[in-house]
C-alpha cells in the first residue's frame, strides 16, 4: 500500500480543519439560540415558582445538532433546489434538518432508554411524558432557527465564503456611483 504524499496529506488535514471550524460556527449559532431559548424558559417557569436549571442541556443539543448538520451536508440530500432562487434551498434545508433533528431526538431517546435497560420503548415513554405540544413546539423553534443560519448558508455558496466574511467583517468601500454631499 502506497504512503500518502505530503500534498494529500495537507489536503486531508486542511479539509479537516475546515470542516472542524464550520462545526464549532454551527455549535455557536445553536448554542447561542438555544441558550436564549432556555432563558425564556427558566423566566416563564419562574412566573410559577419553579426552578429550571437545564442551562447545559442547550450546548450539549448545539453540539448535537452541528453534528447531524454536518452529517446530512455530507451525505448530499440537502442540495436539491440549489439552484433556484435562494428562498427555496434556505426554506428546504430549515425544514429538513429541523426534522431530522426531530427525528435523531426519537433515536436518541429510544437508544436511552434501552441503554438504561428501559427497553427500546422505554426512552419514547420518556418523550410522551414530555409531551407532544413540547416535542412540537421544540421543532418549530429550531426550524424557525434554522432560516437565518441557512439563509447565511446559502449567500456563502452563492457569493463565497470569504467574500461574505468580507461583507460582514470589513469596513464597506464606497460605492463607485455614490458621490459626497
Known sequence: MAQPTSGTRQALKDRAL???KVYWIITLYLWLF?????VYR????AESGNAYLHYGIALVEALVIAKVVLIGRLFGFSRRFED??????????SVLFGVLVMLFGLLEHT??????GKGLLGGLHELKTIGMNEVAAR????IVAFIPFFAFWELGRVLGVDRLASIF?????????QTTP
Open 111 to 116: 437508544v436511552s432508554g434501552w441503554v438504561h
Open 84 to 93: 433556484h432562487a435562494l428562498v427555496l434551498p434556505v426554506i428546504y434545508k
Open 18 to 20: 475546515a470542516e472542524l
Open 34 to 38: 438555544l441558550g436564549l431559548f432556555t
Open 42 to 45: 427558566r423566566l416563564v417557569v
Open 139 to 142: 421543532a418549530l423553534t429550531l
Open 169 to 177: 467583517f470589513k469596513k464597506p468601500r464606497r460605492p463607485l456611483d
